[in-house]
T-cell receptor, first 115, second 112 residues
Framework: AQSVTQLDSQVPVFEEAPVELRCNYS??????LFWYVQYPNQGLQLLLK??????LVESINGFEAEFNKSQTSFHLRKPSVHISDTAEYFC?????????????FGKGTKLSVIP | KAGVTQTPRYLIKTRGQQVTLSCSPI?????VSWYQQTPGQGLQFLFE???????NKGNFPGRFSGRQFSNSRSEMNVSTLELGDSALYLC???????????FGSGTRLTVV
């Protein structure tokens, strides 16, 4: 079985400050990793994904995440946050080679950007 | 291109009734999955379909069922509704499944 742990349920940060949202996973097989963002009363939006290749992946809005296999982590970072980044962020995985592709999600981290 | 479309957006039902939720995936996507989101349990997997075949089912009672049509559109049905079924139901589609899913805006179901 697989699991995803998001270590912080809430993260307050001042505008223009850096932020790191932590994600650790557990799996007996290799995994694909994802970060999703959810704004109030909306569905989930894919922020970025790690499928293979470079362990550092970037999104178009300045977020980046680094896959660390030895530490089984996939932390999300942004060097300077904006008010519009206030949302809930979910880390998720899909196990490779399973024949079925269900996402296992963490409990989410609520990012609050303070003006 | 159009995203994943879920209908209806909001639904209020009475205990004991049944409900059908609809999902139209992105054109060309053959994998469709459903998730339930609640404040207490978070995001939980319901079903995954690929080319009309259910590939996987989550740990939900038999009252929850689903299907996928030949045009990849999908429906899920919940019978004998309980108060605890109140949740946001999210549909997601993908080309392959492993390459990541695009989610719809969800259907907010309230059972009274």
């Amino acid at each position: 079985a697989q699991s995803v742990t998001q270590l912080d349920s809430q993260v307050p940060v001042f505008e223009e400050a850096p932020v790191e949202l932590r994600c650790n996973y557990s799996s007996s097989v290799s995994v694909y990793l994802f970060w999703y963002v959810q704004y109030p009363n909306q569905g989930l939006q894919l922020l970025l994904k790690y499928l293979s290749g470079s362990t550092l992946v970037e999104s178009i809005n300045g977020f980046e995440a680094e896959f660390n296999k030895s530490q089984t982590s996939f932390h999300l970072r942004k060097p300077s946050v904006h008010i519009s980044d206030t949302a809930e962020y979910f880390c998720a995985l899909i196990p490779q080679g399973a024949g079925s592709y269900q996402l296992t999600f963490g409990k989410g981290t609520k990012l609050s950007v303070i003006p | 291109k159009a995203g994943v479309t879920q209908t209806p957006r909001y639904l209020i039902k009475t205990r004991g009734q049944q409900v059908t939720l609809s999902c139209s995936p992105i054109s060309g996507h053959r994998s469709v999955s459903w998730y339930q989101q609640t404040p207490g349990q978070g995001l939980q997997f319901l079903f995954e379909y690929f080319s009309e075949t259910q590939r996987n089912k989550g740990n939900f009672p038999g009252r929850f069922s689903g299907r996928q049509f030949s045009n990849s559109r999908s429906e899920m049905n919940v019978s004998t509704l309980e108060l605890g079924d109140s949740a946001l139901y999210l549909c997601a589609s993908s080309l392959q499944g492993w390459d990541g899913y695009t989610f719809g805006s969800g259907t907010r179901l309230t059972v009274v």
